[in-house]
């Protein structure tokens, strides 16, 4: 998935307009691109979704720690998919944490389980208003048509 | 200087066995790390250090019988962070695999069942499948600068085979759109099938290899059958 946007976008069959979105978006690695794909496949995802968010965002920030280090949301695991929602809902105080301090008002993240338990949780951490998409989303959203 | 008198043979590291490096679980040396860094620590008894004991003394069927495997979302912090490398989820997840089916709590072993019936976890007909995404693409369709736009469902020789997540499909159909607008305008060569299109594995969640395996040879068959290299899955 990002082998395949980055492909698109560095050979110039999908252009791209940096000027659209101007707030501020946060970016968090899901687990399963990052210190699961290192583990099982020999490499992480963390270097294609900031190049491709540097094609376009101007003002995009990482969330601290990342990388490897990176909390989780806690939607993984198929955690969406049990009774166990107070537990759940309590895991993602910490990623929430991290959004609030960097004053994102959106955050971008390429994975499903992590958009539905970010969007979830927001209110319920004091950030009703903050706005959750997918990194294709994002390059969809600023596709220049000719 | 001092002479080192060697008094006995240097046979420890001959005698000593050799830890299998597939279960190294009683290397663990009890330091914590892991529990620290895992945001579920201390939440209805988690901890992973303590998980790492138990198996350790194979008290498996206390966790087992919990719900702790559940409530951990297998992020692998605990296990990146190990200073003696132990693969801590995959105790999770073996644990989650050894659970009684009818037991595994909510929605991941029935999606599981309804996905080997039916080829997704909604258990949706194929021809409602269709419809969604037809409908969907249609409406597209009406955009401005994707008036050509069409669903290529089954299509041999392509070059992409796009499988779904359920949920786009089920509830989230606006987010659909997303990949098609970039297949579009990047003029890719793709195709969504029309039968085992399901693009999310809870054979993963459940721990069960069996399933995983039938869902992963499902989209193969798929891309020997059309023809096709590349696959683009959403998970």
Known sequence: MFDLLVDYIRSGRIRLDKTKITHRVAYHDPCNYGRKSQELFGHGYYEEPRWILDQCISDWVDLFPAGGNQYCCGGGGGTLLTPYRDERIHYARRKMEQIKRTGAKMLVVPCHSCHGQIKAVAETYGMPDLRVKYLWEVVADILIID | METITKRYPSVIKEQ????????????????????????????????????????????DSE???????????????????????????????????????????????????????????????????????????AELAETPGFSDFKIPVDKKGANLLHTLHNKLVNTQNEDLVHWWKIFHLAQEDWTIPSQNWEGVNWGLFSGDDDAMKTFIGRIVEHMEQLNISSLMYPE
Do not use: Q, Y
């Not at chain 2, 605990?78 to 073996?94: D, T």
């Open chain 2, 63 to 137: 966790l087992i019988d919990s719900k702790l495997p559940w409530l951990c979302t297998m992020c692998g912090k605990c296990e990146h962070a190990c200073p003696m490398g132990i693969n801590i989820a995959n105790l999770i997840r073996a644990a989650r695999g050894m659970v009684e089916r009818e037991k595994v709590p909510g929605m991941i072993h029935k999606g599981v069942e309804l996905g080997l019936k039916t080829g997704n976890n909604l258990g949706l007909p194929a021809e409602d499948f269709v419809f969604i995404i037809e409908d969907v693409g």
């Open chain 2, 16 to 59: 000593a066995p050799l830890r299998p490096i597939n279960s190294p679980v009683d290397l663990c040396m009890a330091c914590g790390t892991c529990a620290a860094g895992c945001p579920l620590t201390g939440t209805k008894g988690f901890d992973p250090r303590k998980i790492v004991r138990l198996v350790l003394m194979g008290r």
